[in-house]
């Protein structure tokens, strides 16, 4: 039997905790971590949900240091798979079996997600179907299931749909990944796109991302609206960040789109903050630079800029 241990990272989540915590905690060990909650969320956890592994922090850690203890904690224990899940999402009976299944039939996958439905689960999350939607665009060894999805056929196994990255709201992950490629990255990624440049380092290693279109879950947050400051910070400042990360392209290729990027999401948000960000990304690239010598791969395949 594998050992899998569910990381939940906290923030006044008592809105979805019961139904969050409640749809894994027959099925896994869970590790959650709260954020300096103010809304009692970490006392519900301790009394409601006696067995998992409560970590009260002092401070909001954000979400990529939060997770990054639980994938040490994994490994310390032993397990051989971490399931992220977010506090406003919770997975649908058989969901988690169903990935585990299809993890150990296929293991060429370092990320595997269930399809991500709103409340309700009539209707992919809004984000997740644009997933979806881009991962079509590629017609190689596609097939039609019940779903709707156009999906990569795996010999022997589960239908997996192949895509270049998916939200961490739901992620099955071996832990020898964790150990090849390292944990999220907290200096640059602190709250938001940490998922996505991990996405990045996972297909430069030769790992591949998937969807298991038969094992769903839900991800609750059609209802919320999003600032305009925050959407050009995380489509912008984050989106270039992750492009400079990325291993397999050249900084300076990446660099010259985000120049270009700039001004597109200045006219597009008729805002200015696009250019105070890329003063922002200029003090980012020392660390960029860092990171990407970071990445260890045989000689020759791949640039690591």
């Known amino acids: 039997m594998k050992r899998v241990l569910v990381i939940i990272v906290v923030y006044n989540g008592m809105h979805w905790l019961e139904r969050c915590l409640g749809s894994v905690y027959a099925d896994a060990d869970l590790f959650v971590l709260d954020n300096d909650s103010t809304d009692g969320s970490a006392d519900f956890v301790a009394s409601h949900f006696p067995r998992a592994k409560l970590v009260r922090?002092?401070?909001?850690?954000?979400?990529?240091?939060?997770?990054?203890?639980?994938?040490?904690?994994?490994?310390?224990?032993?397990?051989?798979?971490?399931?992220?899940?977010?506090?406003?999402?919770?997975?649908?009976?058989?969901?988690?079996?169903?990935?585990?299944?299809?993890?150990?039939?296929?293991?060429?996958?370092?990320?595997?997600?269930?399809?991500?439905?709103?409340?309700?689960?009539?209707?992919?999350?809004?984000?997740?179907?644009?997933?979806?939607?881009?991962a079509q665009n590629d017609k190689t060894q596609t097939s039609q299931n019940d779903t709707g999805v156009d999906c990569h056929s795996e010999a022997e196994g589960r239908r997996i749909c192949r895509v270049k990255r998916v939200m961490a709201a739901h992620w099955l992950v071996p832990v020898r990944v964790i150990e090849q490629i390292g944990p999220f990255e907290e200096e640059l990624f602190p709250h938001w796109g940490q998922d996505d440049e991990w996405c990045n380092r996972l297909h430069y290693y030769g790992l591949k991302v998937g969807v298991l279109p038969d094992a769903r879950a839900v991800h609750d947050r059609a209802s919320r609206e999003e600032p305009l400051e925050s959407r050009v910070r995380r489509n912008y400042y984050t989106g270039s960040l992750v492009r400079m990360c990325n291993p397999d392209c050249p900084l300076s290729l990446s660099f010259l789109y985000v120049i270009l990027f700039t001004f597109v999401k200045a006219v597009k948000y008729r805002s200015l903050s696009p250019f105070s960000y890329f003063r922002q990304l200029l003090r980012d690239l020392p660390r960029v630079r860092v990171l990407r010598r970071g990445y260890n791969k045989p000689p020759g395949e791949g640039p690591r800029g």
């Open 57 to 134: 922090s002092a401070e909001n850690l954000g979400f990529s240091k939060a997770n990054n203890l639980g994938f040490e904690w994994a490994v310390k224990k032993n397990y051989d798979y971490v399931y992220l899940l977010n506090q406003d999402a919770w997975l649908e009976e058989g969901a988690l079996e169903k990935l585990l299944a299809a993890a150990e039939a296929h293991p060429g996958y370092g990320v595997l997600s269930p399809m991500q439905m709103q409340d309700g689960c009539k209707e992919p999350d809004v984000q997740f179907e644009k997933i979806l939607r881009s």
